[in-house]
Structure formats: structure tokens, C-alpha cells
């Protein structure tokens, strides 16, 4: 048998079978689904050695056991499939920048000075907040799943809204330009490796802000501690008095 030479067109098959799988990895990252993985993987080896072996009941067995596992790995990663195909719909608006430079539409200016009260005062009296400000990406995904407010933005809706036991309290509130849109907004968790001390919260505004570019402010019910995630890093433990500036050069202001 001769020398199968390497070529440019099985460089590029490696490199994105290789891709993919770092894709399904990072979709199941932190759940049981690699280890469910793994023994889908010993069922073929051991379907591929009978076969060889011309074992026919036990290939016969394996076989049907192969032939439903499509099905069967729908039902099982149905989450991990989800989170995976979102992770490639959202990601392509950074190889959309055709449909960008024709946009016509154009980023609108947020007052943030009653974002920037509320959240201060909700940290002195150490009330749990989640706020999504909308940059250019569609976050209707996020908002159909919400309850739709359309009011403008201020410090007291805000911080009735989050009031402890109030009835949007949980969850998060999204802002486009100068109106919150919708609250109780259930967002994507991150399956990134975060310190232990991180809460659903701020799992959270990882995740949100590693599909889209929005900017997610966090304040915690345990420190009254704030934080801003942008583009999947979290600002941990912003000090009070630079949070104003902080939040303005993450909004590009």
C-alpha cells in the first residue's frame, strides 16, 4: 500500500472536526453528558470489536442498541444540544460585519444616571439585582421568556422591582436606550470554570454576556457588592465610588 500524502483539504477536515468537538466540550463543561459521552464511545469500540470478531448475536444487539442512539442522544443532551446551538447562532454575528457596516441602525444613547442610583442604593441595603443593557445584539431570546414592562427607566421602578419578595424580584430586568423592556428575565447560566463564591447571579451575567455583547450589571444580596460582566469577564467588587465610570466605558461612553 502506497504513501497517502497529508494535504491542505485533510488540514481543514482535522481542524474543524477538532473544533467541534471543543464546541460539544464547552457546551457540556460542568454537567454529567462527557461521562455519558465516554460510555457512548466504549458501546461502539466494543459494537466494532464483536463485529471484527464475527460475534453475530452480540453485534446483532449492539447494532439495534446503535441504531436507536440518535434518538437517545436527542432526549439525553437535549439541554447540552440546545445551549450548543444557541452558542452558534449568537456567535455569528462576529462574522456578520457585511450587515453591520449596512446597519441603519444606530446605537441610542442611555441615560445611566438612574441605573447608577438604584444600583447604589440597592448595594447599601444589600438587595440582589440583575441588569441587562442592550448594546446592538437581539436579546428577544432573553425577553420572550420575561414579563414585558415598556416603561421608562427610574430609580424607584428599579428598586421596586427588585425589592425583596416583590413579584419580578427574581430574575433579571433587560434596558433598552431609556426603557426597561421586560423583567423577571430568566438568563443563560455560564458553564465557564468561575470561583466557587460566584452565585446564580453572576453565573449569569457571564453567561448573558458571553452570547451577546451586552453589559450586565450585578449587585449581590450577600456583600451588596457590584459587578459588571462584559464580553464573558466579570468586574468583581467594583468600588462604589468608580462604579459610575466603570459601567459608562463599558457601555463605550
Known amino acids: 500500500m502506497g504513501f497517502i500524502p497529508f494535504t491542505l483539504i485533510d488540514f481543514i477536515d482535522i481542524f474543524l472536526v477538532a473544533s467541534l468537538m471543543f464546541g460539544i466540550y464547552r457546551a ?65 454575528k462576529e462574522f456578520d460585519f457585511i450587515s453591520r457596516m449596512f446597519s441603519s441602525r444606530k446605537k441610542e444613547d442611555i441615560n445611566t444616571s438612574p441605573i447608577i442610583s438604584a444600583c447604589l442604593d440597592m448595594s447599601n441595603t444589600k438587595t440582589g439585582a440583575l441588569i441587562v443593557i442592550r448594546q446592538k445584539d437581539d436579546l428577544m431570546f432573553v425577553i420572550e421568556n420575561g414579563i414585558t414592562l415598556d416603561a421608562n427607566t427610574s430609580v424607584s421602578l428599579l428598586k421596586n422591582i427588585f425589592f425583596k419578595n416583590a413579584p419580578l424580584h427574581d430574575g433579571a430586568v433587560i434596558i433598552e436606550g431609556n426603557h426597561i423592556v421586560a423583567a423577571k428575565c430568566i438568563l443563560p447560566v455560564t458553564q465557564s470554570d468561575v470561583p466557587k463564591d460566584y452565585g446564580t447571579r453572576h453565573r449569569s451575567a457571564i453567561g448573558m454576556s458571553e452570547l451577546t455583547d451586552a453589559v450586565v450589571i450585578v449587585v449581590s444580596e450577600e456583600t451588596g457588592s457590584i459587578s459588571i460582566a462584559k464580553n464573558g469577564q466579570l468586574k468583581h467588587n467594583i468600588d462604589p465610588q468608580k462604579f459610575a465610570g466603570t459601567l459608562k466605558k463599558a457601555l463605550g461612553q
Open 28 to 92: 457540556t463543561r460542568g454537567t454529567n453528558a462527557p461521562y455519558i459521552f465516554f460510555g457512548i464511545i466504549i458501546v461502539i469500540i466494543a459494537w466494532v470489536m464483536v463485529r471484527a470478531l464475527n460475534m453475530e448475536l452480540l453485534s446483532s444487539i449492539l447494532g439495534q442498541v446503535i441504531s436507536v442512539g440518535v434518538i437517545a442522544l436527542i432526549i439525553i443532551f437535549q439541554p447540552e444540544i440546545r445551549r450548543f446551538l444557541q452558542l452558534i447562532g449568537m456567535r455569528q
